[in-house]
């Protein structure tokens, strides 16, 4: 089910001071706390500098030293490279809407920030859109190139819809990617079928894995007192006709359920999680779950 138009001119949104807050906001999340244990650490020779009483004799540098009648020490910097590869649901579901845009604009324009906070870090970042399998393969690459092929992916509507499983698109993602990688899965996570946290699993014990769940409103709630309406699934066509006054308890509670179900299915699975609403900023609950991250590290370090 392809739409026909898709509502995100995502360049438009560079020139918006608000995007700007939110890209340097997510730059500082991604090169720290989020990316912490994905990074591959190394040392970079960055200068001399004269022998001081107390310093390590193994860093003297000899035949320098010899050259500038000096003792002189050899001066390194901890580097730290990452790469973050994006799963992005473009499924049936993801073209619903209660709001102004749907999941999966919204989820696109986050995709798309966490893009541009770091394409010019000289970090990597690749992206797939998936449905039940991969619909597009843009491995993790550094570049203005590889930024305008995710752009060109995002913002295809030929790209959207379609039915729904994560285990096909993450067994091909595993082949796509090398160690070091963090891995963001961005869903509604809405039609998950029985065993899939083991595949999450599957995958935590390679990389480092964060699910984003985005949900519209009507995804957690329906009207109380809106009279009849008539349901319809998004992949089977299946129709339902109900009372909102009859059903709106009985839904609330399902979707509490389920949502916590997704969650401990991630934490489980030693994953990150995420829940973030279409009608709120994404940013507070990404800078939420990074300080609770944060405190959890800390804890387990101690």
């Given amino acids: 089910m392809a739409i026909k138009e898709l509502q995100l001119d995502l360049l438009a949104k560079i020139k918006r001071p608000e995007f ?7 730059s500082k999340i991604l090169e720290g706390e989020l990316a912490a244990t994905t990074k591959g650490q190394g040392i970079e020779f960055t200068g001399f500098r004269n022998y001081y009483y107390g310093d390590d004799a193994s860093a003297i540098d000899w035949p320098a030293s010899l050259r500038s009648k000096d003792i002189l020490i050899r001066e390194f910097e901890e580097y730290r490279n990452f790469q973050i590869f994006i799963l992005l649901d473009v499924s049936n579901s993801m073209l619903f809407s209660s709001t102004d845009r749907l999941k999966c604009e919204y989820a696109a324009e986050l995709v798309f920030s966490i893009v541009y906070s770091i394409v010019n870090t000289g970090n990597k ?11 597009t393969k843009q491995i993790p690459n550094n570049g203005t190139k590889n930024y305008f092929r995710i752009l060109q992916d995002l913002t295809n509507p030929k790209n959207y819809g379609g039915q729904f499983d994560i285990k096909k698109p993450l067994m091909q993602s595993r082949a796509l990617l ?3 990688s963090l891995v963001i899965i961005v869903s509604d ?4 079928k029985e065993g899939w946290n083991n595949y999450i699993r599957m995958m935590t014990q390679q990389f480092d894995v964060l699910g984003i769940m985005i949900r519209d409103p009507r995804d957690e709630e329906m009207p109380r007192d809106a009279g ?21 308890m009985i839904y609330k509670k399902m979707n509490e359920e389920e949502e916590e179900k997704i969650r401990k299915g991630f934490m489980s699975s030693k994953a990150g999680f995420v829940s973030i609403k279409t009608d709120q900023d994404f940013l507070l609950p990404l ?10 590290l800390a804890k387990r370090q101690q």
């Fill in 125 to 135: 970042v690749g992206l797939s859109l998936f449905t039940d399998k991969l619909v």
């Fill in 228 to 248: 009849q309406f008539l349901l319809e699934d998004p992949y089977s066509g299946e129709k339902l006709q109900i009372d909102t006054k009859d059903y709106y």
């Fill in 178 to 180: 090398s160690d070091k």
């Fill in 287 to 296: 800078m939420k779950y990074v300080k609770i991250r944060a405190k959890m």
């Fill in 189 to 192: 996570f809405l039609g998950l």
């Fill in 20 to 26: 700007q807050v939110r890209r340097k906001m997510l």
